[in-house]
């Protein structure tokens, strides 16, 4: 069981992770030297799977989902709470869902360093947590 401050931490600490890793995604300008950056790292290791050639819709998603996330992010640092840390929980084992869902269908491999977190917040947020002493 997850001390109640140590599980708040953990909520900040998964949104900072989320700022650090999406803010790239939430422009159009970042987004094309991030995936730039990232298929060259991909060739580079001589991964298996393929990388995307980011067209139009594919910046566009992704600029919505940077912009969702580091939005999200800053609630979940503004406001942190069990119940915040909860829905992100779900949304990180989504993500895993996702994710995994991609590599089968032939995306790079380099995914599985990202899954990797996404299972670890996912599962570290739905820990059992002891109530507040403060009562708040």
């Known amino acids: 069981m997850l001390c109640y401050k140590n599980y708040l931490k953990i909520v900040r600490i998964s949104a900072w992770y989320d700022i650090v890793v999406s803010a790239a995604f939430a422009s159009p300008w970042s987004f094309a030297l991030l995936i730039g950056s990232l298929t060259q790292l991909h060739n580079g290791l001589g991964l298996s799977g393929q990388m995307p050639v980011a067209g139009i819709y594919d910046t566009l998603f992704a600029n919505f ?24 929980g779900t949304a990180w084992l989504l993500f895993a869902a996702w994710q995994v869902n991609a590599v089968i269908s032939g995306a790079s491999s380099l995914i599985i360093a ?23």
């Open 65 to 88: 989902f940077g912009t969702v996330v580091v939005i999200w992010s800053i609630v979940r640092l503004r406001q942190t709470s069990v119940f915040l840390g909860r829905l992100d």
């Open 114 to 136: 990202f899954l990797v977190v996404e299972l670890v917040f996912g599962i570290i947020q739905w820990w059992p947590v002891a109530d507040d002493p403060s009562g708040g």
